[in-house]
């Protein structure tokens, strides 16, 4: 299981560093420490990754199919198929990055705001994804209305 976190935290890293390349910041990865040449480093471990937020968020949505009714929580959200919920992964995934390598970014261009983006605005992107991947996965779809529309029109 070690190496699989490690492996993990490795692939993190290494995507960051390409993002970051492509934007022109280029930085070196030795182990799993980011390294610019303006002297800025950022260790990336397990909690950078978004193992922690994808498994609370499928966990959620997993166990919302077994509340018993009546219980408050969104009717669709209890329906959700299993490739809406790997998406849903996929998407937490995908914002982490992001974060992750925007982190980065403002280390090694704006230090004094490292702290802050790190410990503050980052975890509540992630929060905000999960709450917005849920609710949009909860709406009504269209089509079901369009649907339900024609059919009472119908009747």
């Known amino acids: 299981m070690s190496e699989l976190i490690v492996w993990i935290t490795w692939a993190t890293a290494a995507a960051a560093q390409a993002a970051l390349a492509a934007v022109g910041t280029p930085l070196t990865l030795r182990g799993d420490v980011l390294h610019h040449a303006n002297g800025f480093?950022?260790?990336?471990?397990?909690?950078?990754?978004?193992?922690?937020?994808?498994?609370?968020?499928?966990?959620?949505?997993?166990?919302?199919?077994?509340?018993?009714?009546?219980?408050?929580?969104?009717?669709?959200?209890?329906?959700?198929?299993?490739?809406?919920?790997?998406?849903?992964?996929?998407?937490?995934?995908?914002v982490n990055q992001l974060r992750l390598v925007a982190v980065v970014w403002i280390g090694v261009h704006a230090p004094a705001h490292f702290g802050w983006l790190h410990e503050i605005a980052g975890p509540l992107l992630l929060v905000a994804a999960g709450l917005a991947f849920v609710v949009l996965a909860a709406r009504p779809s269209r089509r079901g209305q369009s649907i339900q529309a024609s059919q009472s029109a119908r009747a």
């Open 41 to 94: 480093a950022a260790h990336v471990n397990f909690d950078c990754t978004a193992c922690w937020p994808a498994l609370l968020l499928s966990l959620a949505l997993v166990l919302s199919r077994r509340l018993p009714p009546g219980t408050f929580m969104l009717p669709r959200v209890r329906r959700l198929p299993a490739a809406t919920i790997a998406l849903g992964v996929a998407a937490m995934v995908a």
